[in-house]
Structures are given as structure tokens and as C-alpha cells.
């Protein structure tokens, strides 16, 4: 039994018994697709990083961190294009004019902060490093990493010219966090003409006094995305997928 399998769902995020958004099947097609993740990194995704308080009920409640981890490697296993979408902020950041409520948290919890653009000093274990389970599989040579998105989607930095590159329009979509970057990234994507699936186990939200931000994400991507998989139904599609190529 796999490690989602394992977890005892809460029922405040099951699907609707009667749905009324019609279903969009999807037809995985590897030759045109590729994973995207949003920002991987220990400030998201570990106990050790600034924003555990805000978001680690929901990673530990739905299992996230090995989720990722399994859907970055069974991508790698069919050969599909893993782009990865990172978040940092320089120094200069840090004198922006102004900034919307989520901006100011992140600058306030020193969220994603490197030193530098052009050094790497001090960010090994950084909050703004990848999380340790995941470096073997970012760092082989073959992800694509690109410039880092400033506040949650993908309007400033390169990863729609890299998946044009690449000739993707199908994505499949998951890291974090779900209410924020992940739907930010969703909404440019669908915008442009892409066909996207999110991993609905392989992110997570915040749970702060404003709201449950995963309920608030699942709400959003059932009326954005094509489709909504966990990740077992991922790795299941994919090996299928390659079976039949």
C-alpha cells in the first residue's frame, strides 16, 4: 500500500457527490507533455523551514513530500520533461514600494532569501534550497530549472518559453503551495492554451485564521483544471502511457 493510499482522506476535501462542472477526460500524451513544480523547497516543505506553521498540517495531512517525490521519479522513469519553477529573493527584493498581504508575509519570514543572484554562497540547507529528497532528482543534469517566479505565477520568469521550446501543451502540475503558486501557475498556463492536470495530493496549503487555503485551491482547480488526479493515478497514467507508445 502506498504511502497516499495509507492516509485516511478527510472528507472535507472529497469531490462532490453531484458535480455540476462537466467532466474534461484527459489523453496523456508523453510526446507532448511535461511535469511542472513549484517551488520544491525546504521554506515550503519542511519542519526546519519559515513557513512549516503556516503549511505543514496540510503536507502532513495529505502526505505531500513523499507524493512529490514519487511523481518526480516516475516522470523521470518515462522520460517526461520535469520543469521546475523556483522561488527567490535577492536583497533588492527586499526594497520593493510596496506589497500585497502574501508578498509581505514571505519578505517578513525571510522566505526563499539568497544572498545573491549570481552566488551560490550559503545556499546549501538554505530554506531556499531543495528539499534534501528531492536534489538527487533536480540535480541530474536533465531537469529544467528555471528563473525564479517573484510572487506566485509564471509571468516573470522563463517557463512558458521553456515548455514552447520543448513543444509542450499538456502540463501536469503540482508543488506548492496550492492556493498560491500552484493555482497562479495553473491559471497562466490554462490562459495560454495549455491542457493541465493537477496532482492534487503532491501539493498543499496554508491553514491560517483567514481560511483553509487547500479547500479554497480545490474549489478553483475544479473549475480551471482538466483534470485533477492524486498522484497514484498519475504514476498509473504515465506507465500507461509509455506502455503504449
Known amino acids: ?46 519542519p526546519h523551514g519559515a513557513a512549516w506553521g503556516a503549511f505543514g498540517e496540510n503536507i502532513t495531512e495529505i502526505g505531500t513530500v513523499p507524493n512529490l517525490g514519487r511523481l518526480m521519479a516516475a516522470a523521470k522513469a518515462v522520460d517526461l520533461p520535469v520543469v521546475i519553477s523556483p522561488h527567490y529573493y535577492y536583497p533588492h527584493d527586499h526594497h520593493w514600494d510596496f506589497a500585497a498581504p502574501g508578498e509581505a508575509l514571505m519578505h517578513k519570514m525571510r522566505m526563499f532569501d539568497r544572498r545573491d543572484p549570481l552566488s551560490l554562497e550559503g545556499f546549501a540547507g538554505s530554506g531556499a534550497d531543495w528539499m534534501p529528497e528531492y536534489k538527487s532528482l533536480i540535480e541530474d543534469g536533465r531537469t529544467i530549472v528555471c528563473s525564479p517566479h517573484k510572487i506566485a505565477g509564471p509571468q516573470t520568469n522563463d517557463v512558458l518559453f521553456q515548455l514552447r521550446k520543448h513543444r509542450v501543451d499538456q502540463v501536469i502540475l503540482a508543488g506548492m503551495a496550492a492556493n498560491f503558486c500552484v493555482e497562479s501557475h ?60
Open 1 to 46: 500500500m502506498s504511502d497516499a493510499t495509507s492516509r485516511k482522506p478527510n472528507p472535507l476535501y472529497a469531490d462532490p457527490e453531484n458535480p455540476v462542472l462537466p467532466a474534461t477526460p484527459v489523453t496523456l500524451d508523453l510526446r507532448r507533455a511535461a511535469l511542472v513544480v513549484t517551488d520544491p523547497q525546504i521554506d515550503f516543505l519542511s
Open 186 to 245: 495553473l491559471r497562466d498556463f490554462v490562459e495560454h492554451g495549455f491542457e493541465v492536470v493537477v496532482v492534487r495530493d503532491a501539493t498543499a496549503a496554508s491553514k491560517v485564521p483567514e481560511g483553509d487555503g487547500y479547500l479554497a485551491a480545490l474549489t478553483n482547480f475544479r473549475w480551471l483544471a482538466s483534470g485533477l488526479w492524486t498522484t497514484d493515478e498519475t504514476i498509473a497514467r504515465l506507465n500507461a502511457a509509455q506502455a503504449a507508445v
